[in-house]
């Protein structure tokens, strides 16, 4: 499982060490605009961040079902249960890496506002420049930022398996069907769809705020985290579900 792992992390360190320089020159250019560009960096930059993530992810795994390159993966001693669980846990270890590196943002752009404002840097005064500015531009603290991005990994990492079992129907189940890749998708819209309706059937049920988390400001980091627990229950649960019966495909139906 380890080698698995590893291996997947050679294929893509040169994206990863080129997406980080990246994102520093632009960080860099935005903060000669001033403390706008700074803030600007720091909202729009895991929007951005997070379709590179997916968007790789997912082609990867496709390469690996539909291209040459991929075939020597699924010829090693290795069940398909240990190689979609490794590419599961390579995606999980790259989401945590990247909320990681945001912070590390958060906390370079919270010194460098802290720096033009003419105040002294330190690891307090930056947390506490920082809350204040998403509590008064925002509405918010940075506590809601990591429940906020914790949160979307977790439903990330759920349409990322989804995508991935789509995929994997496509070339076991439905390979040798005409229209076998739209069936696949249509799988795919309606694993989705299934999955935000049943959250949202537990949302309703089980969260004393479910009225109140739709309004930020009414709710703490930790409130917020028990609030959406029901939609990550789920998500976790879809991702277990989907995640075994890909490895079972791969191991038993798959048609490369």
């Given at each position: 499982m380890f080698n698995l792992i590893k291996y997947e992390f050679l294929r893509k360190y040169k994206l990863i060490l080129m997406t980080i320089s990246s994102a520093?020159?632009?960080?860099l250019f935005l903060v000669t605009k001033g403390i706008g560009g700074s803030?600007?960096?720091?909202?729009?930059?895991?929007?951005?961040l997070a379709i590179l993530y997916v968007s790789d992810i997912i082609r990867m795994y496709g390469d690996d079902l539909n291209k040459k390159s991929?075939?020597?993966?699924?010829?090693?001693?290795?069940?398909?249960?240990?190689?979609?669980?490794?590419?599961?846990?390579?995606?999980?270890?790259?989401?945590?890496?990247?909320?990681?590196?945001y912070f590390v943002f958060i906390l370079l752009n919270g010194a460098y506002i802290i720096y033009a404002?003419?105040?002294?840097?330190n690891f307090a005064e930056v947390m506490r420049t920082i809350n204040s500015l998403l509590s008064g531009n925002l509405g918010f603290s940075l506590g809601h930022v990591f429940v906020i991005l914790f949160v979307a990994l977790v439903f990330i990492i759920g349409f990322i398996v989804?995508?991935?079992?789509?995929?994997?129907?496509?070339?076991?189940?439905?390979?040798?069907?005409?229209?076998g890749g739209l069936l696949s998708f249509l799988i795919f819209i309606g694993l989705n769809?299934?999955?935000?309706?049943?959250?949202?059937?537990?949302?309703?049920?089980f969260s004393p705020y479910y009225n109140s988390y739709l309004n930020i400001n009414s709710?703490?980091?930790?409130?917020?985290?028990?609030?959406?627990?029901?939609?990550?229950?789920?998500?976790?649960?879809?991702?277990?579900?989907?995640?075994?019966?890909?490895?079972?495909?791969?191991?038993?139906?798959?048609?490369?």
């Open positions: 520093l020159l632009i960080n803030s600007a960096f720091l909202v729009f930059f895991p929007f951005v991929g075939y020597m993966l699924f010829m090693t001693p290795n069940s398909g249960y240990k190689i979609i669980l490794s590419k599961l846990i390579t995606a999980i270890l790259e989401g945590l890496v990247i909320i990681l590196l404002a003419g105040d002294n840097i989804t995508a991935y079992t789509a995929m994997t129907i496509r070339k076991s189940i439905f390979s040798e069907f005409k229209f769809w299934f999955t935000t309706f049943t959250a949202g059937k537990f949302h309703s049920i709710v703490s980091a930790s409130e917020l985290l028990v609030v959406l627990f029901p939609v990550i229950a789920i998500s976790i649960l879809q991702s277990i579900i989907l995640t075994t019966f890909s490895g079972y495909l791969l191991e038993k139906k798959i048609n490369l």
